[in-house]
């Protein structure tokens, strides 16, 4: 028979520990790539601004190509740029450069090319800043002025494209064109990055939930892989962002980096909350169903030995426990109480004895007037002797013991019968359900004055001590 392993049954070796090391930065790697990558399109303004290399790097991976339409009003600026520079402004190229772009800003603003980026917002400031450099409310009208040999005459044309150079191409070279598959879908190649953090991390995942099957009795591969089921999102290509939860065991679990306390502190006040209301949920159902028990006279059937339901261990656990609780008074209670029951029989026998006709006749006699005070002292001595003595030897004596049957006998089968009769039941189960009524609302009453992160903060406490 195979013996029963933990489920990292190599966890004190060194080499094992680092192992788990390094998966877990291997899977913190992975992670940090596919934030980034789900993060590339929201944040590539900010990447082409600081990092344009990155840009040019990672926007074939995102299918990304420049738009043509502001790409190509980008290259016509350009080429008047360096017209002006070369031949002035009254150059005849110039001037139909100068036109071809009036055409194309008119498309471009009738066209919108930033429309298939989903960048509406880019496209308004772009139109909001050529308005308001030009003193009108049409975009039009404003890129129509801006790029005609008049404006450009009476205006400082280095001014006025520095303007341009400044506020109006970074907007234009944010935009840009996601090619389309087959499927009408954009392309998206991060796969072929994402393919061998996949591999890598599904053949660790089955080969060590194999491992464990192996070496353990109550466990199948298949049990297995289901135990260890977070693992498995870090095979998944779709909803990536779920890897978050397998990266953070690995990470916490190989001991990567501390994150006891980043733990507690995020989970810190929802787990208060959850806590306090889950408690309250099972103190509750707790007591609903000890109600349900008690009205429905299980509790009565229980204590009247009933044969119905699922038994386990000795059939008569009644008789045990009575049988158990007079040994445990017999040897155990009454050496201890027995100068106490002296006590009590010498009070007894003092007044009983005092209110007797024979103890007035003989305390009358002269001589003898303190011989029924010793009398009753030395009687009482006797009587809790004798009677400790009479229960001891009773009970271990063969016949005695029988006697102490018949009467446990006699008292459960005495109370059984009470307990069936249909009005003590229905007193007891009355008692018992108001009982548990009145410590459910008073628990749920005092629940809403205590805090449960002050709670949750003195079991931390409790813990770290």
Known sequence: MKQQQ??????????????Q????????????????????LPLRD????????????YDPVKGIEPHPDTEAYLQTVALIKQEISQRGL??????QLLASLRQQSISLIEENPFLAANKLGTFAKLKHRMEYRLGTRSAKEAFTRFWSLEYLSDNNIATELAFFTD?????????????????????????????????????EYFIRTFWVAKNRDDLNWWDAILRCWYDALMLIPVWRWLRILPVTIRIHKSGLFNMERILAQITHEPAAYLSHRASMFLIVQLLNRSQEVIQNGALTNLLSSSTEGVRVGEADKINTIIDRLIGLTIYK????????????LRHSLQGALRESDVYQTVKAIPGIANLPQEAIEQLADYL???????LVNSYTDTEGKIIFERLSDNFSLTLRKQLQNKATQTEIQVLLSDLLEEWKLNYVKSSHQRNPEKTLT????????
């Open 21 to 40: 090391k390094l998966l877990a930065l291997i899977a913190l790697i992975n992670l940090i790539l596919v934030l980034c990558h789900l993060s590339y």
């Open 6 to 19: 933990p489920l990292n049954p190599t966890q004190n070796q060194t080499g094992y520990i680092w192992w």
């Open 458 to 465: 003195e079991a931390e406490k409790i813990q770290n001590i």
């Open 167 to 203: 506020k109006i191409e970074p907007l234009l070279e944010t935009n840009y064109y996601r090619r389309i598959d087959a499927n009408g879908l954009y392309i998206d190649n991060f796969w072929r990055i994402d393919i061998f953090f996949m591999i890598f991390f599904a053949l």
């Open 90 to 95: 009254e150059a005849a190229s110039t001037e």
């Open 46 to 57: 900010i990447y082409l601004r600081y990092t344009p290399l990155l840009v040019r790097i």
């Open 384 to 390: 809790a002797q004798a009677t400790y003595d009479v």
């Open 333 to 344: 209670v009454l050496p201890e109480v027995q100068p106490d029951l002296e006590d009590l």
